[in-house]
């Protein structure tokens, strides 16, 4: 069962990898080969902000993942139903929960593994020491608790920064989990639908709710509006409320999970 699902799995699998690594390897030359990378820093309350390159990553994860996370599963059920496979798997000795698990499960962990491994290497880039050009702003603020106006007081070139590796790691996995919870949801949706882009055009409320959480006030809301995410990115105080949001999406992805499992074992084909 396995074998046979990765091997249905290889094109899909393929692209995942292809996106994520291509991805990273194009932000990665175009941040480090021309020359000293540009860093912003800016002063929040008194507090030092700055964005890092695994900042700038984070930035291209959110946007690429819920895009991706939609090709998840969306034929796991629904293509099997269409080529009359289906029937043939549930008179060989699987149960209907293996069936449904290995094929989920599968599309979620082969997803997590290429923006696993891209996130990884893009911290690690970020560890390693380089020259950057500091560029300090100065912000004008209004009164209530933000920023009117800014502007680039100070340039020179100072040793790099590295984003802090917790942290990262934790804002990292919030968006992974997000795009896991798309994964189950295509999942889910395909017991009901008669083929992939039925069960796409079905999903694509998920991924637009999921990319509204990551994008808007959800987990990387925006404190300081002239601080990008990468300069936020470090703030413990923003990394705690994230352990939540963290807990929150796994919980949801659980209940999908779970909700598709239930459905698959009671529905007739």
């Known amino acids: 069962m396995v074998y046979r699902e990765l091997f249905n799995l290889r094109i899909k699998a393929t692209f995942w990898v292809i996106v994520y690594l291509g991805s990273m390897i194009l932000y990665l030359v175009s941040h480090t080969f021309y020359g000293p990378m540009p860093v912003s820093l800016y002063l929040d309350n008194g507090v030092e902000m700055y964005n890092t390159l695994f900042g700038g990553w984070l930035k291209v994860l959110v946007l690429i993942t819920p895009a991706l996370a939609l090709l998840g599963a969306p034929e796991a059920i629904s293509e099997e139903v269409g080529k009359g496979t289906l029937s043939f798997l549930l008179t060989r000795p699987f149960t209907r929960t293996r069936i449904y698990t290995t094929k989920i499960l599968l599309s979620a962990a082969i997803f997590l593994i290429g923006g696993t491994i891209s996130s990884l290497i893009v911290l690690l880039v970020d560890q390693l020491p380089r020259q950057v050009l500091i560029l300090r702003w100065t912000t004008s603020p209004c009164g209530d608790n933000s920023y009117c106006s800014g502007w680039i007081s100070s340039s020179n070139l100072e ?111």
Do not use: K
């Open 159 to 269: 040793p790099s920064r590295p984003a802090e590796i917790l942290p990262s790691l934790i804002a990292t996995a919030v968006v992974l989990i997000g795009g896991t919870l798309i994964v189950f949801a295509t999942g889910l949706l395909s017991i009901y639908t008669r083929n992939v882009i039925q069960t796409i055009l079905a999903a694509l409320p998920v991924v637009l709710l999921v990319g509204l959480v990551l994008n808007g006030n959800g987990p990387f809301a925006r404190v300081n509006q002239f601080a990008p995410m990468e300069a936020e990115l470090l703030r413990w105080s923003d990394t705690i409320p994230r352990l939540f949001w963290l807990m929150g999406l796994g919980i949801v992805s659980m209940i999908i999970f779970g909700g598709g499992l239930l459905a698959f074992n009671r529905r007739e084909f």
